[in-house]
């Protein structure tokens, strides 16, 4: 790795910050740009961290404590927007988590729990609809979804189990937002129970 150091004199390359340490900048392989604080006693980042481009355009910032990631880590897209937004606590994931399309619309949230993706996450369309909720537990697709349209029509509500694995009784509906089909499925292995067309057994039998 080629340090670079930005100073005006050279006698100035490793002047200490007063509270934040010594300041450095480097350079990557790959011609980005790095800059951030590291303590001099344990030699451990700490403070404000910045991932540039060669132009100084900031691609992420963060903050360490005691060499991890404490707080907020936000990740930005080449335009300068901000594409991601994260929050951790000793250097694991642990709270909010989104994630935004270029023009700057949420494109999905969830929460990180113990470094782990945990409970509903919900995706959205760019014109902010909802495209999925679907429940996660230690990192996977693990309890009740639910899959709709642009203008916000139920199209499939059903569970997942270890994965995006269907399990259980699945339903599917028309564009129109009628019940289409029911299947029951077990470890994402489908079969049909009911159609419109089903004279056996009806839709609210299922529900």
């Known amino acids: 790795m080629k340090t670079k150091y930005i100073f005006i004199l050279a006698w100035s ?9 010594q300041l450095v900048e480097e350079e990557l392989p790959s011609g980005l740009l790095v800059k951030y ?3 001099q006693e344990t030699g451990e980042k ?3 961290y910045l991932l540039m481009t060669p132009e100084g355009e900031i691609i992420e ?6 060499g991890q990631l404490q707080g907020q880590r936000t990740i930005y897209t080449d335009s300068g927007t901000v594409e991601m937004v994260q929050l951790y606590d000793a250097g ?3 709270g909010e988590y989104k994630g935004y399309y270029p023009s700057g619309e949420l494109k999905y949230e969830g929460t ?3 470094n782990k993706m945990k409970g509903v996450w919900t995706y959205y369309y760019e014109s902010g609809a909802i495209k999925e909720k679907v429940a996660f537990e230690d990192n996977l697709e693990n309890g009740p979804f639910e899959e709709y349209d642009p203008d916000g029509t139920l199209r499939a509500k059903g569970h997942y189990l270890e994965g995006d694995n269907e399990h259980g009784i699945l339903y599917l509906y028309s564009e129109e937002g009628e019940p289409q089909r029911v ?10 129970q009911w159609t419109p067309d089903s ?8 529900q």
């Open 37 to 39: 604080h590291v303590d």
């Open 13 to 21: 390359l490793f002047i200490p910050a007063c509270q934040d340490g």
């Open 112 to 114: 990180y729990v113990n």
């Open 46 to 48: 700490e403070g404000e």
């Open 61 to 66: 910032k963060s903050h360490y404590v005691k």
């Open 92 to 94: 694991m994931l642990e």
């Open 199 to 206: 004279t056996e057994v009806n839709f609210n039998d299922f």
């Open 183 to 192: 299947m029951d499925c077990k470890m994402g292995v489908c079969i049909t």
